[in-house]
């Protein structure tokens, strides 16, 4: 670090408690995720060690009740977690956020007996979990999959695909949503989904622009038979479940394009600060100092939005709206700035030698995941304008 590079991100949060953990994280980012994090993406190699260090130093469980071994944190705090996780590495920082969706309908939906039985071992027992919606047909359009789930007896088959699936064929459970009543959002279910399953087998991982080293692959469920102990949520409630988890994912997502952005910036000021042109730092230059402003108030600006999305959801408050909010404009962000620092490094900027290019293909995906920004917009639309005529 220069006298001008870039400086630790100066955060706003409810406790010391909470101060000492984002420290903690940090720390542990920096040691233990960061210095590997360029050849294990370029290599395409999952860092299940990562999630597994995770899992044991209670950072997968941070936004549950303490009373099923969670962390019991505010999602303001879990959220500037993930932000930390996916400075250092977008693929942890984003499994992480993936693997919180995963767990939320059995948390928030299933009975008792679930969770007791289930959410320990979700939490904090060293699995990873995995989160399925969208189908090779059915992606925004989420309402009409077509992966059905029938009863026989006490049991569900499931057959079907699920694609763009994170984690997919390395995740230790599934949250699956499918089809079990007519068409249209209220005839899904939700189930939860081992993933040693017989009949469960995953494709060969989808070839990326990024994040390589997190595998996104179809699921191909061929009569895949389950106990209906394993059903979360009422018949037909599937929909409305997956809706409530996405609201909560969207704010994950905002949170890894902010952790994304300030690890471009951060790239960015200390370059900047070192490189030397006509005899001086190029952080000298009026217009270069602009472009560094844009993107710091871009970053600034986008997490403000995230958090007081979150500080809405922890009052209890509605947030649906807040968090398209965030979910467009912190992705949206976090594509001008990574563009930005690759213009800011020059040609370096374009090489693997910095990490600014794998920071600005790394970013893309974020517009397009948990719903694209145009999605997003649509969200934000509705609860202004009311939905669009028929």
């Keep these: 670090m220069t006298e001008h590079g870039p400086r630790p991100v100066d955060r706003s949060l409810p406790t010391e408690e ?20 360029a050849e294990e ?19 997968l469980s941070l936004p549950y009740a303490e009373e099923f071994g969670g962390g019991a944190q505010p ?15 977008l693929t942890v920082g984003l499994g992480v956020s993936v693997h919180t969706l995963a767990c939320h309908a059995l948390a928030g939906f299933g009975t008792d007996k679930q969770r007791a039985e ?33 009863r026989d007896g006490d049991d569900w088959i499931i057959d079907g695909t699920k694609a763009w699936i994170t984690h997919g064929g390395v995740a230790d459970f599934y949250t699956v949503l499918a089809r079990t009543g007519d068409s249209g959002a209220h005839g899904i279910t939700a189930f939860l989904v081992p993933g040693d399953a017989d009949g469960l087998t995953a494709a060969a991982p989808e070839r990326k622009m990024g994040m390589k080293g997190s595998p996104t692959a179809q699921l191909h469920f061929d009569g895949v038979r389950i106990g209906d102990d394993r059903r979360l949520g009422d018949e037909g409630q599937g929909f409305a479940i997956a809706l409530s988890a996405l609201d909560s994912g969207r704010l994950g997502i905002a949170a890894c ?31 270069l100092r602009f472009l560094l402003a844009d993107m710091a108030t871009q970053i600034e600006a986008g997490r403000a939005l995230y958090l007081a999305a979150a500080r809405l959801r922890d009052a209890g408050k509605p947030f649906s709206k807040e968090a398209a909010m965030a979910k467009l404009f912190c992705t949206d962000a976090a594509m001008r700035v990574t563009t930005d620092a690759v213009q800011l490094l020059g040609g370096y900027g374009y090489t693997q030698d910095f990490p600014a290019e794998r920071y600005m293909r790394e970013a893309k995906v974020l517009q397009i995941v948990e719903g694209t920004n145009q999605i997003q917009r649509m969200v934000i639309a509705r609860h202004l304008a009311g939905p669009e005529s028929r």
């Excluded at 980012?29 to 210095?35: K, M, N, S």
């Excluded at 993406?41 to 950072?59: I, K, N, Q």
């Excluded at 060293?126 to 090779?136: D, F, I, Q, R, V």
């Excluded at 951060?266 to 600060?273: M, Q, S």
């Design 18 to 37: 909470a101060r000492d953990l984002l420290t903690l994280v940090r720390d542990l980012a920096e040691r233990e995720i960061a210095p590997s994090a």
């Design 75 to 89: 999602y303001e705090v879990y959220l500037q977690v993930v932000e930390e996780l996916a400075a250092a590495r």
């Design 41 to 59: 993406e370029e290599v395409g190699r999952f860092p299940r060690a990562a999630f597994t260090l995770l899992s044991e130093s209670g950072l």
């Design 257 to 287: 394009a902010v952790g994304v952005a300030q690890a471009a910036l951060d790239t960015a000021l200390g370059y900047t600060a070192e490189r030397r042109q006509f005899g001086r730092p190029i952080a000298d230059f009026q217009g």
């Design 118 to 150: 289930y959410l320990p071992a979700m939490l904090g027992g060293g699995l990873l979990g995995a989160y399925c919606l969208s189908e090779p047909s059915s992606g925004s359009d989420a309402a009409s999959l077509t992966t059905r789930a029938v």
